[in-house]
């Protein structure tokens, strides 16, 4: 499981260090309605453009249950496939630019 009090934290895939931290909790739009947490993450190594990763809120009301603005639990597993995605999708961390976002 990620870090849970610190909103930022570091890993490693597939040989390559990347630093994440979380850009914005969950919360309610009046336009486009529930919308999910979105984490930053970018190689260590590299300085080039981020991946904005945008996990979307729960369906079930069970798992929203805990409270109106719960920030879901991300686990290493989800973050480390979220960032293949984005790798696959066309995500270079080497690469200048804009922020790359992906929605997982």
Known sequence: MLHTRTLAGSFVLDGENYEWEL???????????????????????????????????????????????HRPQIQQAELDAAVRTALSSGWNPHARGKPFQVDV
């Not at 850009?23 to 984490?39: H, K, N």
């Open 23 to 69: 850009r914005r909790e969950p919360q309610w739009c009046t336009a486009d309605g529930w919308q999910g947490m979105q984490i930053a993450v970018r190689a260590v190594d590299a300085g080039g453009c981020e991946a904005l990763l945008q996990f979307p809120m729960p369906k079930k009301l069970k798992a929203r249950a805990r409270g109106y603005r």
